[in-house]
């Protein structure tokens, strides 16, 4: 938690609830906290619940960090059944009986689904096509040939089957369709299938655990004690290694400015960064590393009150 003349930067771990949008959170957050900049790191679809990352004042500036952390869902898929929408509330388009499916169905399929993949995104999307949704533009009945996207699937782990419900946990990275996979699951299954119920149960370091509600944040932020929620900045950096410099080094930073020679290793992996504290321990920027110039310069700096 860091407090400057009225100004707060940090980051909350919301619980999203069902049928609130992502925005809806952090227009809540925005007016219960007074705070000018909020945004959120990594959009939930109404009917997604779970952890979404509320992101105050300069730590905003850290949002493509957590945006690139690994995810992980709790998905109940309900076989048999495949709708327009790939989720619940879809037009069902085919229905099928699920009496060849078992368990040794889906070992036959799940490695499939693991590692680098490709993925087609779901029409139902946030996602823009020339500036307008995805999903806005299916509900006007039109459909587009969209070309597949990369993505990473670290595990797949069946939780749970119960006939017609499937529950797997996907840890996955940045850019991965929930809806999509449930669409390529049921298809390559033979029998179709739709999101029943999602749930994001951890995005980087935050996990749905160390989540709050969003009925419980506003109880608190009413009563004025919802500042100790905060995770500061530097918190999702985790897998940045941490350096500390001197006064003089720390100047440089503060002003955008290039590291001098032979200071830091240069025989790293181009784009290398590195997260900075000065000598009282206060963090105050990132570093990076560029190898074409073989020199370390200022990436994001943060002027932080303590």
Known sequence: MIVKNDSIDGIL?????????????????????????????????????????????????????????????????????????????????????????????????????????????????????KGERLYKLARKGINLNLKPRKVKVYSLKILNWSSPFLTLDIACGKGFYVRSFANDFGELLGCGAHINNLSRIRNGIFSIESSVDLEDFKDRAQNGDWMNLIYSIDTVLDKLPKIIVDPKIEKIIKNGGVIPDNIYEINVPDKSKCKVYNSEGNFIGIIIFEKSLQRWKCYKNFNLAI
Do not use: W
């Open 13 to 129: 771990n919301i619980n999203k609830p069902l049928d609130v949008t992502s925005m809806n959170v952090v227009r809540i957050v925005k007016s219960f906290t007074k705070v000018k900049k909020v945004g959120h790191a990594g959009t939930l679809d109404p009917l997604a619940t779970g952890v979404l990352p509320i992101c105050l004042g300069q730590s905003t500036r850290v949002m493509e960090d957590i945006l690139n952390s690994q995810k992980v869902y709790r998905v109940i898929l309900h076989l048999g059944i495949s709708t327009n929408t790939y989720d619940l509330e879809g037009e069902v388009l085919n229905t099928k009986d699920l009496n060849d499916i078992n368990y040794d169905s889906f070992k036959n399929i799940i490695s499939k689904f693991e590692g680098d993949i490709e993925q087609i995104p779901p029409m139902y999307s946030a996602l823009k096509v």
